[in-house]
């Protein structure tokens, strides 16, 4: 009689011990997909020299006029931001065959602190501008091609704490038209080459961890 209750509260503490290991991974897979964090999306909307415009009166003017926007894609998580650091270069056409950049112009936009699902557009302003190495970059049909790189680190803040920072490095290449103004219409998309956010795998493998040290106790 007692083996027999012995053996049935031996199922029962099988059973709650499994409900409780199907439970807790239920939890986890769900908080992990809820919290885990996209990186932000960076694009360039503005692009101006006034330089290598059609309108005399403009070719003295040595600034490099530009909009970037980061996009924060997280519904529950907020961005912390480094110093951003811009770096604008061109292709000296001088020369045959060239394609190493040449440094135009260097900026920094101040760390900020982004919202969720929110948009920062960081406007700026360069200068003075070196008007000879701009000039060179300039193609024969009056275009000339720029190419704009971002780098910063970036923490995720999730409810109530914040994570490690975590490296961001894009580009991407501006077409000016004779006017001197960007040739795209819409938003050129800045480019990553690095991997993904481990932010994506760290918690799932925390919670796994925390569960065998549960059961080790036990």
Known sequence: MNQDRD???GG????????FIFTAGLTSL???LSLRADKPKCSIQNF???ALGKDLNS?????????VRCDNPNRD?????DDVHLNFSTINTTKIN?????????YTVPKFYQGHKKKAKKWGQVKPLNNQTVLRA???NGSAVFRLDLKTRVRFKIIFWKTKSYGIEVGADVEVNGDGVKAQKKGIKMKKSDSPFPLRSSFPICVLMNLLLFFAIR
Not at 12 to 19: D, F, V, Y
Not at 77 to 81: L, M, P, S, V
């Open 138 to 140: 300039v193609l024969p």
């Open 48 to 50: 101006y020299i006034p």
């Open 30 to 32: 769900f908080l992990w």
């Open 98 to 106: 060239s394609s190493a950049l040449v440094l135009v112009a260097n």
């Open 77 to 81: 998580q907020g961005i912390y931001y």
């Open 59 to 67: 070719r003295d003017n040595t600034t490099l006029n530009f909009m």
């Open 7 to 9: 053996t049935e509260r």
């Open 12 to 19: 029962n503490c099988c059973t709650c011990c499994l409900s």
